[in-house]
């Protein structure tokens, strides 16, 4: 489903150089969920952003659902991205809109219409456990309504794959795991691919399938997590 390979990208600010993927090759399977777990610093966040694009490679190819991102064109990759969907550590709602709204926010984007986009919201609040909440602000929310909405949000281009960036990383133990436990279920039930970045074991431990270990740039570790887990 997601074909990485070597990945390389480097940033240069003030006669410096910081390489922060250094030729990383991954694969993810289709309906997988696969965590890349590593330290702060590691390269996880370019990885990450790398994938759909949001940071262009400066090595390497980046293929999901068969189609190589990295050789297309800037229109046809921005249609390609609305089926990636993505999820923020620190949700990145927009406050001046209801929870509506913000679900709302892609499908007037890729000019849906009025009656179908309403209908669409409505299922992707139910799907996330908000239905009752639509009118709300992200203001009135808990965290974990707020990523909740930001999962909603991710789904409403009906994306084939889930880019998940520290999403409970800003939440409390409980909530964490309710958010895991609904990625999980999504991830059954759309047969979800989801590819995930945190800097906890944990989260690793819980909802993901496979894993790679990221340690300044390069991919030190990787394989089936309960193969990983009990590697000596
Ligand atoms: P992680 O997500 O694992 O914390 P990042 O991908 O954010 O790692 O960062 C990897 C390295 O690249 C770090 O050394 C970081 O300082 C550097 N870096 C990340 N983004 C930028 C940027 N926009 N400009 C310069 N350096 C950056
Ligand atoms: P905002 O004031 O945040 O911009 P709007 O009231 O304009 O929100 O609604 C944005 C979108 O959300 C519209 O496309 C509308 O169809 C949809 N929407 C609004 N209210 C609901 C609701 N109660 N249930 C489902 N969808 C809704």
């Known amino acids: 489903m997601i074909q990485i390979e070597g990945l390389r990208k480097a940033y240069h600010s003030r006669g410096r150089t910081v390489v922060a993927v250094d030729g990383v090759d991954l694969e993810v399977r289709e309906g997988e969920v696969y965590g ?41 990759l921005r249609q390609h991205r609305q089926r990636i969907g993505m999820i923020h550590q620190h949700f990145a709602l927009l406050s001046s809109r209801t929870v509506a709204g ?12 009025r009656r179908e986009r309403a209908q669409r919201v409505a299922e992707l609040l139910d799907l996330v456990g908000l239905g009752d909440r639509a009118r709300a602000y992200p203001a009135q929310l808990s965290g974990g309504q707020k990523q909740r909405v930001g999962i909603a949000r991710a789904l409403a281009g009906r994306p084939t794959v889930l880019l998940s960036d520290e999403a409970t990383s800003a939440l409390d133990p409980e909530t ?40 300044e740039g390069r ?14």
């Open 102 to 113: 913000n679900v709302a926010f892609p499908l007037e984007v890729m000019g849906v219409d």
């Open 176 to 215: 964490t795991a309710s958010i895991l436990e609904l990625l999980r279920d999504l991830n059954r039930r759309l047969g979800l691919t989801i590819l995930l970045i945190t800097h906890e074991m944990e989260v690793v431990k819980r909802i993901c399938d496979s894993a790679a270990v990221l340690r």
């Open 36 to 76: 890349v777990l590593g330290r702060s610093g590691a390269g996880k966040s370019t990885l990450l952003r790398c994938v759909n694009l949001l940071e262009r490679p400066d090595a390497g190819t980046v293929t999901v659902d068969g189609v190589d991102l990295t050789a297309l064109p800037e229109r046809r």
């Open 219 to 232: 991919i030190v570790e990787s394989g089936r997590v309960r193969d990983l887990l009990t590697r000596p």
